[in-house]
């Protein structure tokens, strides 16, 4: 069975990094893409970040662009989402989701999730 | 950037009933389009993928249908378990991007 677990969140101070963690069990992490997905309170869902199984593919939002990085340690089995310069309406729960086999385009759709975790940014 | 506009927002229907919701996509994304369905609490699931292909073990009440920009997300018979807020995704093009999804509920 696969199973993502997502870690690192909390409450955190605008301006201040965080580093957020996905561990992967349950299938061959290293023939995967990765994503990390946020849903702020209340509202829909949206596309953070995603990576390819080598990491030659790399992709972010417009949001995110140029403060958060994605990585993945595949020794590990581990996906990585390193959180910068945060704002307030970085807010959300944010969720692993494995995205697509090495022998297609590394995007395509998110299946499994996690169960998230949760992103609060306030003074 | 990719918009997805999804309609209606939110609906309600009655066990049994007919559903459909519809996406439409700001240019043409062939069929690189998913369908999700969140539960109340829970991570999101894929139902269809590649506008048409159900998901391994996804009731076949669920369907999908479109190409190009326009797309359509149907349960055939609404039943009480389907009360969820839906949410359709392109991946023609980086960034990925969802639509604002739909709420449904029982009537």
């Known amino acids: 069975e696969v199973q993502l677990v997502e870690s690192g969140g909390g409450l955190i101070q605008p301006g201040r990094s965080l580093r957020l963690s996905c561990v992967a069990s349950?299938?061959?992490?290293?023939?995967?893409?990765m994503h990390w997905v946020r849903q702020a309170p209340g509202k829909g869902l949206e596309w953070v970040s995603g990576i390819s199984w080598n990491s030659g593919g790399i992709g972010y939002a417009d949001s995110v662009k140029g403060r958060f990085t994605i990585s993945r340690d595949n020794a590990k089995n581990s996906l990585y989402l390193q959180m910068n310069s945060l704002r307030a309406e970085d807010t959300a729960l944010y969720y692993c989701a494995q995205g697509a086999v090495h022998n297609s385009n590394w995007y395509n759709w998110f299946d499994p999730w996690g169960q998230g975790t949760l992103v609060t940014v306030s003074s | 950037d990719i918009q997805m506009t999804q309609s209606p927002s939110s609906l309600s229907a009655s066990v049994g009933d007919r559903v459909t919701i519809t996406c439409q996509a700001s240019q043409d994304i062939s069929n690189y389009l998913n369908w999700y369905q969140q539960t109340p609490g829970k991570a999101p699931k894929l139902l269809i993928y590649?506008?048409?292909n159900l998901d391994i073990g996804v009731p076949s009440r669920f369907s999908g249908s479109g190409s190009g920009t326009d797309f359509a997300f149907t349960i055939s018979s609404l039943q009480p378990e389907d009360i969820a807020t839906y949410y359709c995704?392109?991946?023609?093009?980086?960034?990925?991007?969802f639509g604002g999804g739909t709420k449904v509920e029982i009537k």
């Open positions: 349950g299938f061959n992490f290293d023939d995967y893409a």
């Open positions: 995704q392109q991946y023609d093009d980086l960034p990925l991007t």
């Open positions: 590649d506008a048409s």
